[in-house]
């Protein structure tokens, strides 16, 4: 069988966590570029605030190259793993490792301003890695976009417009019904796992 990637980008709280769960539920491997920052995070014994982890994901690709959060996922992916979803993605070099060196595809994950502050704030009260703030959510937001970021740093606005096929996550089933769609189109995948409604990610 044929390996099949996914990578997921989007803005923070639109989903991406929620959508790669699903995909994970229904046979993928799900694997996290920000998981990779939190393991750099408790080695190095410092707290995983947002700052903290934009910092030393930054710091990583600064050091190391810009796909090496990348490569640190894909030493832990079984080789036996046929399909795959690769969550976190937040820099151009990134999406291109994936698209050029993996074969595979993006999928942009976005959702309504509102609803994505909605659920950042809920997320950041039991999480304890955001703010609480609709101000820390706008700093933490313009920064995950690229604003005031070198080449190295968070480029979401830039990997955003590298997706292949962009899923609307509403708060309800249009997210995944989407993404279902799509797999049975373009890799004919027919997903069979039940829907629950979306969530932040």
């Keep these: 069988m044929k390996r099949i990637v996914i990578g997921l980008v989007g803005p923070i709280s639109s989903g991406k966590g929620f959508l790669g769960e699903y995909l994970r539920r229904n046979g993928?491997?799900?694997?996290?570029?920000?998981?990779?920052?939190?393991?750099?995070?408790?080695?190095?014994?410092?707290?995983?605030?947002?700052d903290n982890l934009q910092n030393i994901g930054n710091?990583?690709?600064?050091?190391?190259?810009?796909?090496?959060?990348?490569?640190?996922?894909?030493?832990?992916?079984?080789?036996?793993?046929?399909?795959?979803?690769?969550?976190?993605?937040?820099?151009?070099?990134?999406?291109?490792?994936?698209?050029?060196?993996?074969?595979?595809?993006?999928?942009?994950?976005?959702a309504p301003a509102e609803l994505r502050l909605k659920w950042y704030l809920g997320r950041g009260k039991r999480r304890g890695e955001d703010g609480i703030t609709e101000e820390d959510f706008w700093r933490a937001n313009n920064r995950d976009l690229g604003r005031g970021e070198n080449s190295l740093g968070q480029q979401g606005s830039a990997t955003f417009l590298m997706s292949d096929r962009v899923v609307f996550n509403d708060g309800g089933d249009r997210m995944m019904l989407e993404c279902d769609g799509w797999l049975q189109e373009k890799f004919g995948i027919e997903l069979e796992g039940k829907r629950r409604r979306s969530k932040e990610g």
Aim: proline share 3%; glycine share 12%; hydrophobic share 35%.
């Design 59 to 110: 710091e990583l690709r600064e050091n190391f190259g810009v796909t090496v959060l990348v490569e640190r996922c894909l030493e832990l992916i079984p080789d036996e793993a046929g399909l795959i979803v690769i969550d976190g993605m937040r820099n151009p070099g990134e999406v291109r490792f994936v698209k050029e060196q993996m074969g595979g595809s993006i999928i942009g994950v976005d």
């Design 28 to 50: 993928f491997f799900y694997i996290s570029t920000s998981d990779r920052v939190r393991d750099e995070a408790d080695r190095r014994g410092v707290g995983k605030t947002r």
